[in-house]
């Protein structure tokens, strides 16, 4: 497990590959009980990613930056909350 002073992310990292899973609380306007999941897409280069999955035709909200990292939120063609992030390649020591 590894978390960042002062973060609300609880980033679960596997002992000998895998996934790693990022947990946070849910937001204000989510209700007890109801499910809410974001696929987060680890990259490099958000900002690029972004600039090609525009001209297929995803849209990615504004890019924010938080702690060494940057990330960007969108929602699929089904409405799914998804997201782009940096943090992997971040220094998180």
């Known amino acids: 497990m590894r978390r960042a002073e002062a973060d609300r992310i609880v980033e679960l990292v ?4 895998g996934a790693h899973l990022l947990l946070h ?3 204000k306007a989510a209700r007890e009980g109801q499910a809410a999941v974001k696929l987060v897409f ?6 690029g990613f972004c600039d090609h999955a525009r001209q297929q035709g995803l849209k990615f909200g504004p890019i924010h930056k938080v702690d060494g990292y940057v990330f960007a939120n969108a929602k699929d063609p089904s409405k799914n909350s998804i997201s782009v992030s940096s943090r992997a390649f971040a220094d998180c020591s």
Request: aromatic letters at 0%; hydrophobic letters at 45%.
């Open 14 to 17: 596997p002992v000998s590959g």
């Open 25 to 27: 609380p849910a937001g």
């Open 42 to 47: 680890d990259v490099v280069d958000v900002a």
